[in-house]
């Protein structure tokens, strides 16, 4: 059995599944419910000074029967005291030693800072996690992401709870910016430990069609919230593998956004996150789903013949590269199977309008061509393609076919289009070679023109 | 005693009718199961694992094969039900799992949750996913080598103990394997599966029928515990002329023979005949229907309102052109040379036979599907084991009867239920024996 047991810079936890800050993990009660399903560690809710919460908070994307790809809140930090707060956390970490038990924080002045990371020591915690990424409410009022947008700030503030703190210290990153890896730099010059990201993306849900509000309505009115869940994924993972593959970035990183499902999770990890926190997928569908995330990455682990969870950890890292170190020469051509197609033709329509128009239905010629101007006829090529097409079945021109892989996406038949390598040249060519050897022209341009 | 090794498949001679149906629910492929298990909403608290008698996590088994982790979707199965992939075919899902599926009362087509575990079973089951005590050398007996007794058993190897299974017929399985209907579950597939169970290292005995080559006394010294799944007896005939003629069989012996016996044939058979109404009477009319034979009937004592068999049965025998013969009763086989040749009827009144004659039915095949015999008789052969008065082995819930080193389970002790219960109850009191070994409150001899 593979060891899944992780490390983030001192924080050991069985599992590298964390409960993210956020309602799941609200109170003790609910904390403990959640080690007893196997979650491996669990960021509290956000502590600061009492704030009052609207109703209603939440709002979703659905796509087709899927309800909440996507979730939006506009809650703030918790709403419950302190002194609640922080005994409950004792508790929790005293009768869960080997769980990995972190508390967030988000504070204005120095002095709330020092006294907060006190306090929270005191309750025996593993870590601490600076919440730089609300980005709604709190950053109206200086802090989550008015200080996660601000580099300087931001580094500032992570010095004075590294003056003070005992324990590793987390800083979490809003993707609002521009630049994701300025802020994380700054965390790291300011000393963290480690960082963790994403929080959520500014969003507004949708617009009420009858009362003209947009979406979650509070009353009459609506303020843009932060969006999490299956449609980050995409983002959040890009964050992770630039600030991973970065070289001045010398901590570990915890991944966050979207994550349902043990793939998911793998994903992260292979990209070069040390552990992985869920929100959104634990608002769905509760704690139990952890079962099937250990299950599964412990199943995949084994599969892969790799004896821990640290195995996977950035492997996929240098695989993620600049567009400038791809190679020009890798081709692929879109290949039909006829035996296994329902002809539909989906992969014709989404090509025809789409994309390059060289799937046609069977019985119709190519066209003349953009690729390949006129040098083979468009008749031979369609009977060099598919002599004997059967019922409905699409065929591709291969010489007009760019790889762009639009058909086998669209394609509703698993395996059905595959993209077949077809090299241009055998040697790897990429933009930064043209560009050292001065063969970045590429005909057709202004230049052409003059 | 012959220790038999089982033969690999396929061991089934060729020829047989029953390898004329088609499978009414082919195995999914990838794409398809995928795109079924993403319907599922991963219900809390799911009304489809209440409804299942193993109580399988329904939920949690799907949600995987949505995640692309089919072994852990074997586990899950696995670890309610050891005998998944035979019921993911055999369960009446329609009154079960699928019935109780929230999109059933939403008024939508439930999620096809048989045919994912069918294919969670065949593509993820391997016998590594199932974790194993250390041996205790105990050792526990077990009668009839069905579902009941098999579930039973391999729980007990799973749990550390020995197990022995024997069995009067030459192939394991019972009517697992003999007798559920070809277009659900094929003979072969249910002995794919108890090759498994016994690959987990339960021992089979063959030919060895408990009572007459075995005696009671003898399994009680030799093992620690005894399990009793010996099933139903017979089938029950009317005692009527001609019953005992050429062309007229009991239903689960006709079923047994067309799924394993390469002589039976029905080539000339135009018109059959099937005495009931439950569902063996319905398998046997739908078979006949499948199998081609021009004109089936079922002859059954009330009405077509008052049919024992599942409502969805019948009507998927109706659309197969079986035709029902209401409120009529049998009183004789009239037959030619020794062969059935038609039926002589009665008009039946509130399910009993009146004075009044009705037309007499062309029959060439007459089947009686009018129930099992229960085993009084065997179970009177154990010490302290009694039997209700209908003939159902009396235990109590952990299905202990009144010996404390005896328990029982499966159709000889509900009285005839579906796969899917005797292996809840093998499994059930596998748990229970586990218990008692442990505690050292039953042994060898005591
Ligand atoms: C025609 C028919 C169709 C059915 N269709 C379905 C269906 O579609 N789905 C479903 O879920 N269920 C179906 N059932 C019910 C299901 O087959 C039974 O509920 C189930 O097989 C009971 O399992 P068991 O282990 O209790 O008994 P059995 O399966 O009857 O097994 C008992 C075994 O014990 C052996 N045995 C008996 N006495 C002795 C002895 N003295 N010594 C040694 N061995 C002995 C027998 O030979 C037999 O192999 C059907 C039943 C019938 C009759
Ligand atoms: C209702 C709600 C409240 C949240 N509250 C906090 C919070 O108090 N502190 C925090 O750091 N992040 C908070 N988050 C953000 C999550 O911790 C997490 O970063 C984000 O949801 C992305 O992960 P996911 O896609 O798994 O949900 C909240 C998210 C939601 C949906
Ligand atoms: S989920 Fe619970 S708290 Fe939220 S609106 Fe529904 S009932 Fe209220
Ligand atoms: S989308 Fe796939 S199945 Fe449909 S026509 Fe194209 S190749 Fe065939
Ligand atoms: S009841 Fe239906 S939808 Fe709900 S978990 Fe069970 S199979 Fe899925």
Not at chain 1, 183 to 188: K, R, T
Not at chain 1, 377 to 383: G, I, L, P, S, T
Not at chain 2, 279 to 307: C, H, I, K, W
Request: hydrophobic residues 40%; aromatic residues 4%; glycine residues 10%.
């Amino acid at each position: 059995m593979p060891d899944l047991s992780t490390n983030l810079a001192g924080i050991q936890s069985p599992n590298p599944f964390w409960l993210a800050s956020a309602p799941p993990t609200n109170s003790g009660e609910q904390v403990q419910r959640a080690f007893d399903a196997g979650w491996g560690g669990a960021v509290w809710k956000t502590l600061g000074n009492p704030i009052v919460n609207v109703s209603s908070r939440l709002g979703s994307v659905d796509y087709g029967d899927r309800r909440m790809i996507g979730l939006n809140n506009i809650e703030l930090i918790t709403d419950r005291p302190l002194d609640v707060n922080l005994r409950e956390i004792a508790e929790v970490k005293k009768r869960y030693p080997k769980h990995a038990v972190v508390v967030s924080l988000m504070f204005d002045t120095r002095d709330e800072w020092r006294e907060a990371i006190r306090r929270s020591e005191d309750t025996g915690c593993d870590g601490l996690e600076l919440n730089f990424g609300c980005p709604h409410g709190m950053c109206e009022r200086g802090m989550g992401s008015a200080v996660g947008q601000e580099p300087k700030v931001l580094e500032e503030l992570v010095r004075w709870v590294m003056d003070v703190a005992n324990v590793p210290v987390i800083a979490k990153l809003t993707p609002n910016v521009s630049h994701i890896e300025d802020p994380a730099l700054a965390a790291v010059r300011g000393g963290a430990s480690a960082l963790s990201l994403i929080n959520t993306v500014q969003s507004v849900m949708g617009v009420d069609l009858d009362r003209l509000v947009p979406l979650p309505r509070v009353g009459n009115l609506s303020t843009h919230g932060g969006l999490c869940g299956p449609a980050v994924k995409p983002i959040a993972l890009r964050m992770v593998g630039v600030l991973a593959r970065d070289p001045r970035v010398t901590v570990p990183i915890s991944g966050i956004g979207g994550i349902s499902t043990w793939r998911d999770a793998a994903e992260f990890l292979a990209l070069g996150a040390t552990n992985v926190q869920v929100c959104t997928a634990v608002m769905h569908h509760g704690y139990r789903i952890v079962e099937d995330l250990i299950d599964g990455l412990d199943a995949y682990l084994a599969s892969k013949e790799m004896k821990s969870v640290s195995e996977l950890v950035g492997r996929a890292t240098p695989a993620f590269v600049e567009w400038g170190e791809l190679d020009l020469n890798h081709h692929v051509v879109a290949k039909i199977d006829a035996a296994t197609c329902i002809g539909c033709q989906l992969c014709h329509v989404a090509c025809h309008d789409g994309a390059h128009q060289c799937i046609h239905l069977p019985g119709t010629p190519a066209h003349a061509g953009h690729v390949a101007p006129m040098a083979k006829f468009a008749a031979e090529r369609a009977r060099a393609a598919n002599p004997a097409s059967p019922y409905r079945v699409p065929w591709v021109d291969e010489t007009e076919c760019v790889g762009c892989n639009l058909c086998a996406l669209v394609c509703p038949v698993e395996g059905c289009i595959t993209m077949v390598e077809q090299r241009r040249a055998s040697a790897k060519d990429t933009w930064h070679d043209r560009m050292a050897t001065g063969r970045d022209h590429v005909p057709g341009g202004l230049k052409d023109l003059r | 005693m012959n220790a038999k090794p089982v033969p690999t498949s396929p061991a089934l001679p060729a020829g047989r009718l029953e390898e004329q149906f088609a499978d009414k629910a082919p195995l999914y492929t990838s794409s398809e199961a995928l795109a079924e298990a993403s319907r599922c909403l991963y219900c809390f608290d799911a009304p489809c694992m209440r409804a299942c008698p193993t109580h399988i996590d329904v939920a949690t088994f799907i949600r995987k094969i949505g995640s692309g982790n089919v072994k852990g979707s074997a586990r899950t199965i696995l670890d309610a039900n050891l005998l998944g992939a035979s019921c993911s075919r055999a369960c009446p899902v329609e009154v079960l799992c699928e019935g109780a599926c929230v999109y059933t009362g939403w008024g939508r087509k439930p999620i096809a949750i048989g045919r994912l575990q069918r294919f969670a079973m065949a593509r993820g089951a391997s016998p590594e996913l199932l974790p194993r005590a250390p041996r205790t050398g105990k050792s526990v007996g077990l009668v009839g080598a069905g579902p009941a007794s098999l579930a039973c058993a391999a729980k007990l190897v799973l749990f550390g103990h020995d197990a022995v299974v024997y069995e009067k017929g030459t192939l394991p399985g019972g009517l697992d394997v003999s007798g559920i209907a070809p277009y659900k579950l094929d003979a072969e597939s249910a002995l794919d599966e108890v090759r498994f169970l016994l690959a987990l290292g339960v021992e089979l005995r063959t030919r060895v029928e408990i009572g007459k080559d075995v005696q009671p006394a003898e399994l009680l010294a030799k093992h620690d515990a005894l399990f009793l799944g010996p099933g139903l007896g017979a089938d029950s005939r009317l005692p009527i002329p001609g019953a005992d003629g050429a062309g007229v069989f009991g239903a689960v012996e006709w079923i047994a023979r067309m799924k394993l016996d390469p002589q039976l044939s029905i080539a000339g058979v135009t018109h059959a005949a099937v005495l009931g109404g439950g569902n063996t009477a319905l398998d046997v009319v739908r078979e006949f229907a499948q199998l081609g034979v021009p004109n089936v009937r079922l002859v059954y004592r009330r009405g077509e309102s008052e049919l024992p068999a599942y409502a969805h049965e019948w009507s998927a025998a109706k659309k197969e052109g079986v035709q029902l013969v209401p409120n009529a009763v049998a009183t004789e086989i009239v037959l030619e040379q020794g062969r059935a040749k038609a039926l002589k009827l009665a008009r039946a009144h509130d399910g009993k036979p009146t004075a009044e004659a009705l037309p007499a039915l062309d029959a060439d095949l007459v089947v009686f599907a009018i129930g099992q015999a229960r085993l009084a008789e065997f179970a009177a052969r154990f010490p302290d084991v009694r039997t209700t008065k209908e003939g159902r082995i009396e235990t109590d819930a952990s299905g202990r009867t009144a010996n404390a080193r005896i328990w029982a389970g499966g159709d000889a002790r509900n009285g005839g239920m579906e796969v899917v219960n005797a292996v809840a109850e093998g499994q059930d009191a596998a748990r229970a024996i586990d218990a008692e070994l442990r505690a050292g409150g039953v042994t060898r001899g005591s």
